[in-house]
Nanobody, 127 residues
Framework: QVRLLESGGGSVQAGGSLRLSCAAS????????MGWFRQAPGKEREALVA???????RYADSVKGRFTISKDNAKNTLDLQMNILKADDTAMYYC?????????????????????WGRGTQVTVSS
């Protein structure tokens, strides 16, 4: 069983920054695909960024240049640094993961690439 716990959400004004963190525990492995998604009310869950165990990152165009993903393998945490936040970034943010060599090789900005999900942390950006 894998557990993912997000933290760091909150309220910020447009142009500001927030840093989200995801703590992974349970049956995690050295080969992985991990990422961040978000879902705004009335909208579908959107893939933002993914990273595999080789360190390859993939960013959605909507966050490229503003958001940065990082993985601390020693602490088994996944962070998302969010800068230049906009009102459109307001959403529930979810951490996602999948483990194993197949998962790392097929890491992608797609819900189907992930088997485990956190419960989310709310980010609200006021204009």
């Amino acid at each position: 069983q894998v557990r993912l716990l997000e933290s760091g959400g909150g309220s910020v004004q447009a142009g500001g920054s927030l840093r989200l963190s995801c703590a992974a525990s349970g049956y995690t492995y050295s080969s992985y695909c991990m990422g961040w998604f978000r879902q705004a009310p009335g909208k579908e869950r959107e893939a933002l960024v993914a990273i595999d165990s080789d360190g390859t990152t993939r960013y959605a165009d909507s966050v490229k240049g503003r958001f940065t993903i990082s993985k601390d393998n020693a602490k088994n945490t996944l962070d998302l640094q969010m800068n230049i936040l906009k009102a459109d970034d307001t959403a529930m943010y979810y951490c996602a993961a999948n483990y194993g060599r197949w998962s790392a090789k097929n890491c992608a900005l797609s819900r189907s690439a992930f088997a485990y999900w956190g419960r989310g942390t709310q980010v609200t950006v006021s204009s």
